[in-house]
């Protein structure tokens, strides 16, 4: 199947400082990606939907000028959390449509591994 | 906006047993239901997926039903082995065309398989 990859793969960083996320689309572009956070033994929750070359779109209650997005490739989107705080430590995780046109496999939503974000 | 529930919350069975958990969702123009195991500290990965145009998919001991009327769709694990043992989602969507939407996720079901 189709890949993704994010980077880091954990950062512990201090309270107040910014951290970056990266995630890579290694085998296909993707014109949309998806932002997702979750915590401890809770499901997925969608934080925002990544678009190349246009603003990304917040889920009701998610702060776009805490958590910047930019998708500034068809291969690479970023997640920046700005001024961390203890209560943004969480798993954050990308997603991104593989559109695999001409396989008998169409089209399916691949994650990354994940991102473990510890804010002290 | 779509809701997707997901039960049961935790499921413990005997190696070699069968498996089953239920989704249900509420948006009746969904169309694009996927399964994801996911182990501690990593991400979902994909198991099976199903459309709404067939009500069965099987992939060797894995499958998934899906009965568009009542909106409802189940994964059946069977011959069940340790390595099984994960957190298992189900989601819903609407894809294909120009249409790639976001997937809205149930509760997650832990799986434990007991040797």
């Known amino acids: 199947g189709a890949v993704v990859s994010q980077h880091p793969s954990r950062v512990i960083c201090k309270s107040g400082t910014s951290v970056k996320i990266e995630c890579r689309s290694l085998d296909f572009q993707a014109t949309t990606m998806f932002w997702y956070r979750q915590f401890p033994k809770q499901s997925l929750m969608l934080m925002a939907t990544?678009?190349?070359?246009?603003?990304?779109?917040?889920e009701q209650g998610v702060e776009k000028d805490k958590f910047l997005i930019n998708h500034a490739s068809l291969t690479l989107s970023t997640l920046t959390v700005t001024s961390a705080h203890p209560e943004d430590s969480s798993f954050y995780i990308c997603?991104?449509?593989?559109?695999?046109?001409?396989?008998?496999?169409?089209?399916?939503?691949?994650f990354g591994p994940g991102t473990r974000l510890t804010v002290l | 906006g779509e809701n997707v529930e997901q039960h049961p919350s935790t499921l413990s069975v005997q190696e070699g047993d069968s498996a089953v958990i239920k989704c249900t969702y509420s948006d009746s123009a969904s169309n694009y239901f996927p399964w994801y195991k996911q182990e501690l500290g990593k991400g979902p990965q994909l198991i099976i997926d199903?459309?709404?145009?067939?009500g069965e998919k099987k992939d060797q001991r894995i499958a998934v039903t899906l009965n568009k009327t009542a909106k409802h769709f189940s994964l059946h694990i069977t011959e069940t082995q340790p390595e099984d043992s994960a957190v298992y989602f189900c989601?819903?969507?609407?894809?294909?065309?120009?249409?790639?939407?976001?997937?809205?996720f149930g509760q997650g079901t832990i799986l434990t398989v007991h040797p």
């Open positions: 997603s991104a449509w593989a559109v695999l046109r001409g396989r008998s496999s169409t089209d399916t939503q691949y």
């Open positions: 989601a819903a969507s609407l894809a294909g065309g120009t249409s790639y939407g976001k997937l809205t």
């Open positions: 990544s678009n190349e070359g246009s603003k990304a779109t917040y």
């Open positions: 199903i459309r709404s145009n067939v």
